[in-house]
């Protein structure tokens, strides 16, 4: 069974960069799909942040773009997010999911579902 | 980039159907299969129900349907029972190659 556990601080100061990362088990990352951070703020909707193949090449939301940055380690099989810059509006449970999608040999691809995702960790931004 | 259009919330009573609709553009729903609906209980990680359009993941009832029509896709849940009682998102790939999430429904069971 496939299982995702988010970790990282639950409180990171305005300014500051909001580091997280989310360990697989039960399925190798290097073995193939996506694997993708969602954000959803207290009683609000669902965000997608950003997606990164098993072998490198990234897909991220234009509109957090300039202070996201998503990386692999299979060696460790985990994955990270890192968001820079961050205010009171990136306060949200942050989710990771393993990511189905299509990838083609010019590093071109098609983003699907999420089959798989993590319970979700609450990350507040505040002084 | 702005949500999916979805119903903020619809209703039904035991037994009965209800469909929710998601909107979107000839960019994104309209133009792809990969539409995907996810349900999310209080507190819960979202699950997923069905994904390109209308196909279920194993162990998803079949009481749950997807279709699309031109830019609208829809989720059906037939024999509507308490425990259907959640939040109700979709998703679309985009031509942009992002991934859009609509606004979520909240689905009450009467």
């Known amino acids: 069974q496939v299982q995702l556990q988010e970790s990282g601080p639950g409180l990171v100061k305005p300014s500051e960069t909001l580091s997280l990362t989310c360990d697989v088990s039960?399925?190798?990352?290097?073995?193939?799909?996506?694997w993708g951070w969602i954000r959803q703020p207290p009683g609000k909707g669902l965000e997608w942040i950003g997606s990164?193949?098993?072998?490198?090449?990234?897909y991220y939301n234009p509109s957090l773009k300039s202070r996201v940055t998503i990386s692999v380690d299979t060696s460790k099989n985990q994955f990270s997010l890192k968001v820079d810059s961050v205010t009171a509006a990136d306060t949200a449970v942050y989710y990771c999911?393993?990511?189905?999608?299509?990838?083609?040999?010019?590093?071109?691809?098609?983003?699907?579902?999420?089959?798989?995702w993590g319970r979700g960790t609450l990350v507040t931004v505040s002084s | 980039q702005s949500a999916l259009t979805q119903p903020a919330s619809v209703s039904g009573s035991p037994g009965q159907s209800i469909t929710i609709s998601c909107t979107g553009t000839?960019?994104?729903?309209?133009?792809?299969?990969?539409v995907s609906w996810y349900q999310q209980h209080p507190g819960k990680a979202p699950k997923l129900m069905i994904y390109?359009?209308?196909n279920r993941p194993s162990g998803v009832s079949n009481r749950f349907s997807g279709s699309k029509r031109g830019n609208t896709a829809s989720l059906t849940i037939s024999g509507l029972q308490a425990e259907d009682e959640a939040d109700y998102y979709c998703?679309?790939?985009?031509?942009?190659?992002?991934?859009?999430f609509g606004g979520g429904t909240k689905l009450t069971v009467l």
């Open positions: 039960g399925y190798s990352i290097s073995s193939g799909y996506y």
């Open positions: 998703s679309s790939y985009t031509s942009s190659n992002t991934l859009r």
């Open positions: 999911a393993r990511h189905w999608g299509t990838r083609y040999y010019d590093g071109s691809g098609e983003l699907g579902h999420f089959d798989y």
């Open positions: 990164i193949y098993h072998s490198g090449g990234t």
């Open positions: 390109e359009v209308n």
């Open positions: 000839s960019g994104d729903v309209g133009g792809y299969n990969y």
